[in-house]
Structures are given as structure tokens and as C-alpha cells.
């Protein structure tokens, strides 16, 4: 969709294109509040900025559509396209590598009661798992802030390669 076209629709059908970027009903809102764009920069900055930060119920509500890091998306939908498209860039995984992050997964579901998250588009599987090992040190209160940076660059990134923003 192109940035004048998204200006131009209406709420519902333009909050249908921002939905499976970050399901977040507050962050949609102030984007679509703040509609027209001049440029796709502009889209992208109100995207980094809108709703911060997320409470932990808007937090809880996002993660639930995301997968396991190195699991596949279940489903067809628009999200689910995309989660599968960024974790397929991945590669095939090594078998350590992928029982680590396995076994990682699991650590940090029980450590703080919600998947792991991260930015997989432009990171390794090694830089993932590595990631993954250093946050499950981290206090339930800095992940927090660091599970909603990444969910803002998930967001812009899918943004982007949706609107280009």
C-alpha cells in the first residue's frame, strides 16, 4: 500500500494494514489519530513512538501472536505470514543450536511467564540464542523494557515493508 493511500482510508480499512504489524489497539489509534503523513519517515517515527510505553497488559495481548523464536508461525493470517517470512531468514538451524534455543525458550517462559522476544530479521540464529542467554539474567522489570523496544522494531520493520515507512 502506498503512504497516499493509506492516508486516504478509512480507520477501519487502515487499521486492518497496521494490525499485523503490532496488534496493539492504543498504538493503532495514535497512528491513525495522527494521519496524514508527509512522508513515509514521518509514518515510521509516529510508529517508534506511539503508545510508550505499552503497559503489560498491551504487552501480554501482543505477545500472545507471536511464536516461540525458532518455532514457525502457526495460521495464515497477515501476522503470521510475515512471522514466518522474518524467522524463515533464518535458515535451516544446527541441530545444537536449535535445542539451545529450545531449551532456552522454555528458561525464559518459566523465568518471566511470557515468550521470548526478539527482532529475528538481520540476526543469526547464533545472535539470537546469545541474546536469549544474556536476557534470562535480566530482572522481570528490564525485559519488560526491552520486550517493548522490540516489539516497536518488529512493528516498524513490518510497517516498512508494508507502507514502506
Partial sequence: MLLEDFNAAGRAEAAAVLRPCLDIERWIAEILDSRPYGSPGSLRDAAVHAADPFTGDEVAAALAHHPRIGERAAGTSKEARLSQSEQAALGAPDPAVAAATAEGNRAY????????????????????????????????????????????EIAVLRLQGLIGA
Fill in 109 to 152: 517462559e518459566e523465568k518471566f511467564g511470557q515468550v521470548f522476544l526478539i527482532r529475528a530479521a538481520g540476526r543469526s540464529r547464533e545472535e539470537i540464542l546469545a541474546a536469549l542467554n544474556t536476557r534470562l539474567a535480566h530482572t522481570p522489570e528490564e525485559e519488560q523494557v526491552i520486550i517493548g523496544q522490540q516489539l516497536r
